[in-house]
């Protein structure tokens, strides 16, 4: 393990002689080629040799042809396909003794004592059990002379690391598993398409989707559509709940709700660990209410289509790890897992993560069903919380009785996202007793008096809609302050919920700084991030960056499917984000470019040059296509046009150029389930938030608060939620360009290169840590910097 002060470089760690083989198993995932593809280039870029197995264990058994040697090329076009290319496929005699024997013999045939296995949990399993059993295998195979002992010492343990790929997001230990998001993609398509049929004829669809044994899916998509009502696993509905779900959707048709959405977890059950099907749920509609109600079962449309730009990243990521964890395992390391936590890539042993999936299982059967929801972790625990939060609508006689009215508003650019926080905020802020008023067009609008009470049933279907339904301007407040604490006064405004992007920031900065002149800010105010540019301080993520990120990320496969037609073709194109290059350096590593110009790494005349050299050099192999992506202000005189022009007359009788703005396109759209889920859950957190500060800042009658703490941007820094002041941010920023100091997603650069092939260097001194699985609850939230 590397010590804190010693930087740890990959390229100097070196996969000489050594070869790692690759299968994936069990149920395919949207994103498992991507985790393929990384695994095949990062151990051939470390000069180890690389094999597939086809089929799954079952090519492992078989051997012949189903172990093939991997060239660079054979990856190439496969990271926007679905499923996994390589075959996956259950396997019976792997289960068995023999089996494994056999198994053990062709990987030693070939020298293979790395093992990357991409699957769920049986399947990381069955790769362990292998493991325990190597050494007797071999001997075995000594002793019926299939093998001679030289190669037995030779290659005499094997070393196992593991991906969990599976859409249902049912394994413990990763906050997400490959597959999920892209799933989510397919639900919330179709939630988002059923939505505008059940508008027409005031239907209640009953929506069933994947998820046996966990209501991960079933859950977040509830989340993110604002379903009505759920059932999941995991938590059962209390006796009588058919009785309470009749009268919850009567009540919404009674306030004039077109349409009631119920998603159910495949694996729904009652109290008594009775099953509860989309087919019961719909006739209790049809006989309690006559409502007109049709089931759609999703089926296995969730596991097919084109992995997410996050499924992608978190494939190619996982990747790198995984070959990592191969290149420094020796004989006494235990399989691991490589898995997502918050934002951080980390490392856990395999079997531990096994034993609290297995947990899990074993306290639902048991009916401990507050004890599986802990189990399932973090994550899952946070978005039940939120949906309890936000589901179920108490009447005015249980809500806490508060003098207090909370302003909302949008600042700066549109972001997907941000009306599902405003939702959110808006029905947290009703259930703890606020008045909530939306303040419309930004700073501009307050200072204009254009603020309204907003009621819950006010933002019903905001969730899925795109850009900013309270209008948003880039207008700061500081030509208007008098204005605006005018309309604070005369509305009795207690507290502010700022959503926006960096002018947001800019605004929180400028009201505290007024606040020795004006009173009216002595208040509670919170900043929620909400840019496509994700260019705010104090947060790793910001609302409507994923969307954008999959939008580019689409155009960018049919311009590559276009390239693949005409050979020999380079495409330019030019992203969104002002000075900040997340979206052309993540957009660039989920779509597989060749090169990503941005502001923050500076490129000259020679770099222009390399790249074309390693674009001609390109087209020799079978790989005939380039994509370049150029931040729209990475370089004052490097423009789009220059860089076009230069690629157009250099690549002269090797390859022509085309080149594309992607413009506003990047702005639009319905939110991704990601961002969707993200802006709900951080503005239930900052809604909470700034009751509490309320309750902590309200003497003698009034709210009074002027300290730096109730001043704060909420944002998620490696894996927790964190409240900061945002005049402890100022230092973390660069005003003139817009963008923080220190940018977490430049490390995943040399990651994109590594993949098109450039030698580049690669920082991962925060590799190598064997973490263990963490069962009891982490902080969700602090204020202040986490250690």
């Known amino acids: 393990m590397a010590q804190p002060d010693q930087k740890k470089f990959f390229e100097n760690l ?35 040799k690389v094999y597939f197995i086809h089929e799954g264990y079952q090519g492992l058994v078989d051997g012949g042809e189903n172990i093939e040697e991997a060239k660079w090329e054979s990856v190439s076009s496969m990271l926007q396909v679905g499923g996994t290319v390589i075959g996956s496929a259950r396997c019976k005699e792997f289960r068995t003794h023999e089996g494994r024997r056999a198994a053990a013999q062709n990987l030693v045939l070939r020298g293979i004592t790395n093992l990357c296995v991409i699957g769920g949990d049986g399947s990381l399993t069955g790769a362990n059990l292998f493991r325990e059993e190597w050494s007797g295998l071999l001997d075995e195979l000594v002793q019926q002379g299939k093998i001679n002992r030289e190669s037995a010492e030779k290659y005499s343990h094997l070393n196992i690391v593991g991906m969990v790929g599976s859409i249902d997001n049912d394994f413990c230990g990763t906050d997400m598993t490959i597959g999920t998001d892209s799933a989510l993609h397919r639900i919330i398509e179709v939630v988002d398409a059923i939505v505008t049929t059940a508008q027409s004829h005031q239907r209640t669809f009953v929506l069933e989707v994947m998820g046996r044994h966990c209501g991960y899916l079933a859950l977040v998509s509830a989340l993110a559509c604002g379903a009505d009502w759920m059932f999941i696993p995991e938590m059962p509905p209390a006796d009588g709940w058919e009785e309470q779900m009749c009268t919850k959707l009567s009540q919404n048709r009674a306030r004039k709700k077109r349409l009631n959405i119920i998603i159910v977890s495949e694996g729904a059950i009652d109290t008594s660990n009775k099953p509860i099907t989309s087919e019961h749920i719909k006739n209790l509609v049809v006989k309690c209410l006559g409502f007109d109600t049709r089931v759609t079962i999703l089926g296995h449309v969730q596991r097919g289509g084109t992995p997410s730009a996050f499924d992608r990243i978190l494939a190619s990521r996982m990747g790198v790890e995984a070959v990592l964890a191969l290149l420094e395992a020796s004989a006494d390391t235990p399989a691991c897992v490589v898995s997502l936590c918050g934002n951080q890539a980390v490392r856990l042993p395999l079997m531990e993560c096994v034993q609290m999936t297995q947990e899990v299982q074993k306290a639902m059967d048991e009916r401990r069903f507050e004890e599986a929801v802990r189990l399932r972790g973090r994550s899952f625990e946070n978005n039940l919380n939120t949906y309890k939060l936000l589901a179920h609508r108490k009447p005015q006689s249980e809500l806490p009785i508060s003098s207090f009215n909370v302003a909302v508003l949008n600042v700066g650019a549109p972001a997907a996202g941000m009306n599902a926080a405003v939702r959110s905020a808006v029905r947290v802020g009703i259930t703890e007793g606020h008045k909530i008023f939306a303040v419309n067009d930004g700073f501009e609008g307050f200072a204009k008096g254009q603020i309204k009470e907003i009621k819950w049933g006010d933002v019903g279907g905001w969730t899925g809609q795109g850009g900013s339904l309270l209008g948003t301007k880039r207008t700061l407040p500081a030509k208007h302050l008098e204005k605006i604490a005018e309309q604070m006064k005369a509305n009795k405004i207690n507290a502010l919920l700022v959503i926006g992007g960096f002018e947001a920031f800019e605004c929180l900065l400028q009201l505290t700084e007024a606040r020795s002149r004006y009173e009216e800010f002595c208040i509670p105010m919170c900043v929620l991030p909400a840019t496509i540019s994700n260019n705010v301080p104090g947060t790793d993520l910001s609302i409507g960056a994923d969307t954008s990120v999959n939008a580019i990320v689409q155009t960018c496969d049919r311009i590559k499917q276009s390239a693949s ?99 506003h396109m990047q702005q639009g759209g319905a939110p991704s389930p990601f961002d969707r889920n993200f802006g709900t859950k951080i503005a239930a957190k900052a809604m909470l938030w700034i009751s509490r500060k309320l309750k902590e800042t309200y003497r003698k009658g009034r709210v009074f608060a002027n300290t730096d703490d109730t001043a704060c941007l909420l944002g998620m820094r490696r894996r927790a939620f964190v409240f900061q002041p945002v005049v402890d941010l100022k230092n973390e920023t660069d005003f003139v360009h817009r963008i923080p100091k220190e940018q977490w997603w430049l490390k995943l650069r040399p990651l994109m290169k590594i993949l098109a092939k450039y030698k580049t260097s690669l920082d991962v001194s925060e590799s190598g840590q064997l973490e263990h699985v963490v069962r009891h609850r982490r902080p969700e939230e602090s204020e202040g910097v986490p250690a």
């Open 14 to 48: 070196s996969g000489a002689g050594k070869a790692i083989a690759v299968l994936t198993s069990g149920g395919d995932a949207q994103g498992m080629n991507a985790a393929v593809r990384a695994v095949v280039r990062v151990g051939i870029y470390v000069g180890a």
């Open 565 to 663: 037609g005409t050979k020999r073709r380079v495409f330019i194109i030019e992203t969104m984000g002002g000075y900040c290059g997340y979206l052309a350096s993540v957009g660039g590593l989920a779509a597989g470019a060749d090169a990503a110009y941005i502001f923050e790494e500076p490129f000259d005349i020679r770099d222009l040059q390399a790249n074309v050299e390693h674009l001609t050099a390109k087209m020799k192999t079978s790989i005939q296509r380039g994509l370049v992506l150029r931040n729209e202000n990475s370089n004052e005189n490097y423009t789009t046009d220059f860089i076009y022009q230069l690629y157009s007359e250099e690549g002269k009788g090797v390859f022509d150029c085309r080149k594309n703005v992607l413009g």
